[in-house]
């Protein structure tokens, strides 16, 4: 029997309010707002309470729902204190996994299946992500952790956390769109794995530290930081063009380039691209005009090698976007996953208690084997002494 579904591509697998990708019209939705709408109008906290409530907030919501994200900012001072006990070199991808599910050790009631309980996890896991990530990067480079400070943005803290310097309005206002586009995506490979987790009865802690592990990859949210890498390689704008068409002449991938999806440019990219842009005229750095030359490349080479269209993704630009922000190039996917736990934490909720959709069951895939098969006794097992 041929396998079918590689990948479970196109295959529906459960009902969901949270966001929708229209892939050919290159148009992604929150709770039926679009993404660009969002950018133009909203912050991410009001975006998280959107995701968390299928609802825009009132003035008087919004009020409380940032003091609750703020009153949840502080992770263990335990933990903070273990993670001087880590290697410095460390994957900053592996140490917020482990801490993500860490935390759960400090609450007794995980409430599994208490949706006001989930609710205030997924609002812990949202404001707590950006500290260890933050404190983590203090640590490795030999930094005093800077505390969260209640007077400040969720994405003004973050900067100020990482950096240990308030960020200007127009750069908390850069990286706040950053958190905003990042934040859903429908069913991602990790948004998949939380609520495959999720699908077991499992706490919204182990869910999120599954998706932080799938996020990892550099298929999926890793390929920023492999952006990243690609940059420095390919060194000036010029070399961009000969750079990329050898690496598809070899058959290499262009990280930030290409989508599941899309079948047109995907909508963060263009904003991302003009945030890029900005920061580019703003610090005299080179990074854009190559990211931008490595666009055209691949566009170009694709076309002409295997005839394809190809469009940049949302990783193609936030990386030079991220490194004129001065943040680390391997703090990319960990940035990525801060924002995008808003939409993990959503998934994982609706998961467990969406009454709309069809009450969910426990994932469970069906394999095609194809591993040997030696009769209905099954192979005869052989002592150790006598195997060749
Ligand atoms: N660079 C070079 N070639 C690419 C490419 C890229 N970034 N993305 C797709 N292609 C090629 C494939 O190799 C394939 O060629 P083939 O038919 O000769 O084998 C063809 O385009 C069709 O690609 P396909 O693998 O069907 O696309 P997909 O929709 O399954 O893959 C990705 C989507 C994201 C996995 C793929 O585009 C990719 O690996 N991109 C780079 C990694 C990345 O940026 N990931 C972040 C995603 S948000």
Known sequence: METKNIGLRDIEVADTKISDIDGEHGKLIYRGYDIL???KNSTFEETVYLLLNDKLPTKTELDEFK??????RDMPRQMQSNMRNWKKNA????????????LSGYYDDKGANDQEINYQSAISLISKTPTIVASWERVRSSKDIVDPDPRLSHAGN???MLVGEKPDAETERIFDICLILHADHTFNASTFAAREVASTGAHMYSAVSAAIG???GPLHGGANYEVMKMLFEIKTADNAADWVKERITNGQKIMGMGHAV???????AQVLKELSRKLAKKTGAPWFEITQAVEEATIHEMKKQKGIDIY???DLYSASLYYMLKIPPDLNTP???ISRVAGWTSHVIEEKFAQAAPKTALYRPKAVYVGKYCGPQGCEYQSIDLRK
């Open 37 to 39: 709408d969002l950018t």
């Open 67 to 72: 003091q609750r994200l703020i009153d949840a």
């Open 91 to 102: 994957d900053p991808m592996v140490m917020m996994q482990a801490f993500v599910v860490a």
């Open 158 to 160: 973050f900067l100020n």
């Open 214 to 216: 799938a996020l990892s």
């Open 262 to 268: 899309y079948r047109t440019y995907d909508p963060r």
């Open 312 to 314: 940049p993704n949302v």
């Open 335 to 337: 940035i990525f996953a």
